[in-house]
DNA sequence: CATCTTAGTTCAGAGGCGAAAACAAGCACC
DNA sequence: GGTGCTTGTTTTCGCCTCTGAACTAAGATG
């Protein structure tokens, strides 16, 4: 029932423009040749298009292969300098702003510390503003090469073009960043929430790559997920879908920061860790985390088996193909208790839907989120590459 | 991250026409100049294609309607009568076989009992076969014009064209359906899931019309969920996405049929419910239920309040924007207690996610399973309409 | 240097869509 | 009844895209 969308013959340039420049930068350096066999386009359509791409500068030669007895192929790639994305972190205790190359290489980078509850969005606009700036001009890139501004925020994001965010953690509800932002630059704007960047980061360039149906899960402060379906971040009629950490797992259990019980991260959150396992922090949680983890104290077991059961009910609703444990928590859990996790999430499960997922660690670090901002606009570029971009004054 | 698909002009014609007859058929009888504005398509375009479904009888007229001061528009609308769909319903104590028009108005159908745990797959096998020749014999409709078969089954079906069962209840593990039945008949199969089929019924013609991010759940003596996303189901990577009723909502609670503990099944399921109540059932369940329902037990309030559970895993998870509640449990309890399910709910999920669902009750019978079955094969037919039809001997 | 092999380009042809002109079919009003 | 007006549908024509096949490019081999 999905609705209904014509097609024009322009269309058709359009999407096989797409696949050709995906296939292109997924696969590597890739010959015309190997580029016909891989998108099931005739050569002759390789052959147009790739030389369009050339001219554009959007592709570039990058070498030759030997064959035996033959011509040689001319391998192409994307030209990781065409353009630039900004990716940006904003967090809890600071503002970070990355520029990426089109490779998803960092080129500079730019952090704003935030004074505890000094959460005003002008000033975080400002910040984000003011890094754009720092970023370019350390990394000598002008502002036309900047492909557009992705932004990862705590929260709900409304779609819609003014970026609007709900964060209660913040005391956000309904500012509009991304009106915000536009007011200092006409530069393409994506704005998304956190969880949602990283989980995208680990989906293309982490322990997600090549999964179409997965779950990208993130235990830190907070507890949420990404649902991938068919490639791409579900994401729910309202753009909250992936909620997992309020999940109830233990009808009227422990009271959860959300106001309601039970609740999955009132389990394996940070602070429900802590605190169950009696532990009064002294402001390092890492450290903290350490310590439970090491003496063998039974909350350990506990909360693998509670997490086990929200990896469960995931691997039940969603039968995803790979489940990613990122964020710090998840990763320092999963560095000694892996096989722990799976099992409980095995002992919580049905059979076959289990049986087709694999479980694994993310691997980026915390600078997962604004790499998968800076995605976000690689994603733009990549379904629709424009030929005549938008230039606008930073 | 979506695979790459290339396309080629012809795609466009194809696509096109699903479009146009897709609105033709939900839109009801159309006139040419509507469907240009519906589809976006070209007043061109949509004359030469009408012009062909109406030469393939696809599409027929329907009518006039008077325009004040101009030529009057012909009304168009898919010819109902130009295929039918046969949908099955292979439950746990019969076999239903139904046939119905491209409307989807039954034209005839025809039970089988199943002795309890007489469930060997050739012989409900062989109730299918025998039950298409006999719908297709009272309705006087010949095996030529019928366009598929559709059959929903208990438990989990393997992608692939041999329709592969797994099914507990049924003692089935592996049971290839639909390669047994391609053995009887040779028009286009497609087997799924009852729970999915009852799904699809009532997202395109009950409660769920129009939701295009949707979940329907079945609340019977088994509990389950339709998960709807962009307007189609999702199956996760082995189509056994929607598991719902085995998702734990008390850690280590009640046991369940399934070997697990604290699934939902466990405690809104109608056995669990029974159970629960103290009931000892007689053999009517439908009964027995009234009865609970009848009695102010609390257990009638706990079962709302786990079913609120539930379901708020849902709005939070997935962040629908509709939930139907199916299943003759669900409806039994719904009549009288939507506005509990719907507060216990909201006591359970996030603020805003909540808000953007509503929660409402099916509005098919018991018959949804079948008539879902035969929706997959409309789908087949409105997403691809072919114009020679491989035509084959029942 | 003739021949073989593989890679990439060019060209003609088929099929698709849209804009606009042409055609169709009513209404209204003199 | 004729003439113009309005609206719906069809036809014509030009442009775009893809593909298959012929053609060119570039190296290996003996």
Same mark, same amino acid.
């Given at each position: 029932m999905a609705?209904p969308q014509r097609r024009t013959?322009?269309?058709?340039?359009r999407g096989?423009?797409?696949v050709?420049?995906?296939t292109?930068?997924?696969?590597g350096?890739?010959?015309?040749?190997?580029?016909?066999?891989?998108?099931?386009?005739?050569?002759a359509?390789?052959s147009?298009?790739?030389a369009?791409l050339?001219g554009?500068n959007?592709?570039?030669?990058?070498?030759?292969?030997?064959?035996?007895g +033959?011509? @040689?192929?001319v391998l !192409?790639?994307?030209?990781p300098?065409?353009?630039?994305?900004?990716g940006?972190?904003? *967090?809890e #205790?600071h503002?970070r702003?990355?520029l990426?190359?089109?490779?998803m290489t960092?080129r500079?980078?730019?952090?704003?510390m935030?004074?505890p509850a000094?959460h005003?969005?002008?000033?975080i606009?400002?910040h984000?503003l003011?890094?754009?700036e720092v970023?370019?001009s350390?990394?000598g890139?002008?502002?036309?090469?900047v492909?557009?501004i992705g932004?990862g925020v705590?929260g709900?994001?409304?779609?819609?073009?003014?970026?609007v965010?709900?964060?209660?953690?913040?005391?956000?509800? +309904?500012? @509009?960043l991304g009106? !915000?932002l536009?007011?200092?630059?006409?530069?393409p704007?994506f704005?998304?929430?956190? *969880?949602? #960047?990283?989980?995208q980061?680990?989906?293309?360039?982490?322990?997600?790559?090549?999964a179409?149906?997965a779950?990208?899960?993130?235990?830190?402060?907070?507890v949420?997920a990404?649902?991938?379906a068919?490639g791409?971040t579900f994401?729910?009629?309202?753009?909250?879908?992936g909620?997992?950490?309020?999940?109830k797992i233990v009808?009227?259990?422990?009271p959860?920061r959300?106001?309601?019980?039970?609740c999955?991260e009132a389990y394996v959150?940070i602070?429900?860790?802590l605190?169950?396992a +009696?532990v009064?922090?002294?402001?390092d949680?890492e450290?903290?985390l350490a310590?439970?983890?090491?003496?063998?104290?039974?909350v350990?077991?506990?909360t693998?088996?509670?997490?086990?059961v929200?990896?469960a009910n995931?691997?039940?609703?969603?039968?995803p193909?790979?489940i990613?444990?990122?964020?710090?928590v998840?990763?320092?859990l999963g560095e000694?208790?892996l096989?722990?996790i799976?099992?409980?999430?095995?002992?919580?499960?049905l059979?076959e839907?289990y049986?087709?997922t694999?479980?694994?660690?993310?691997?980026?670090?915390?600078?997962?989120?604004?790499?998968g901002a800076?995605?976000l606009v690689?994603e733009?570029?990549?379904?629709?590459?424009?030929v005549?971009?938008?230039?606008?004054a930073?």
């Amino acid at each position: 029932m999905a609705r209904p969308q014509r097609r024009t013959v322009r269309d058709i340039r359009r999407g096989n423009r797409a696949v050709l420049l995906r296939t292109l930068y997924f696969s590597g350096p890739t010959s015309r040749n190997d580029l016909t066999a891989r998108t099931g386009l005739s050569a002759a359509t390789v052959s147009t298009m790739t030389a369009d791409l050339l001219g554009e500068n959007i592709v570039v030669e990058a070498g030759q292969v030997e064959s035996d007895g +033959g011509r @040689p192929r001319v391998l !192409l790639r994307v030209n990781p300098e065409y353009g630039f994305a900004v990716g940006v972190d904003v *967090a809890e #205790t600071h503002v970070r702003v990355g520029l990426f190359d089109l490779e998803m290489t960092e080129r500079a980078k730019v952090d704003y510390m935030l004074r505890p509850a000094r959460h005003d969005p002008e000033l975080i606009a400002r910040h984000i503003l003011a890094g754009v700036e720092v970023v370019l001009s350390d990394a000598g890139v002008s502002p036309e090469q900047v492909l557009g501004i992705g932004v990862g925020v705590p929260g709900i994001v409304e779609p819609g073009a003014d970026g609007v965010i709900h964060a209660k953690t913040f005391g956000w509800d +309904g500012v @509009p960043l991304g009106a !915000l932002l536009r007011r200092g630059t006409s530069l393409p704007l994506f704005v998304d929430n956190g *969880a949602k #960047t990283m989980g995208q980061a680990e989906l293309w360039f982490g322990s997600g790559r090549g999964a179409s149906e997965a779950v990208i899960v993130l235990l830190g402060v907070g507890v949420g997920a990404t649902i991938v379906a068919d490639g791409t971040t579900f994401r729910g009629v309202s753009s909250s879908a992936g909620e997992w950490g309020h999940t109830k797992i233990v009808a009227n259990g422990r009271p959860c920061r959300c106001g309601g019980r039970g609740c999955l991260e009132a389990y394996v959150g940070i602070e429900a860790i802590l605190d169950r396992a +009696g532990v009064t922090s002294r402001g390092d949680w890492e450290e903290d985390l350490a310590g439970v983890l090491a003496s063998k104290s039974p909350v350990v077991e506990e909360t693998v088996t509670y997490l086990g059961v929200g990896l469960a009910n995931l691997v039940n609703l969603i039968n995803p193909e790979k489940i990613v444990i990122g964020g710090w928590v998840g990763v320092q859990l999963g560095e000694s208790l892996l096989p722990d996790i799976r099992r409980a999430t095995a002992a919580n499960s049905l059979a076959e839907p289990y049986a087709a997922t694999s479980i694994v660690l993310g691997r980026l670090g915390p600078d997962a989120v604004a790499l998968g901002a800076a995605t976000l606009v690689l994603e733009e570029f990549l379904n629709a590459p424009q030929v005549a971009r938008i230039t606008a004054a930073g």
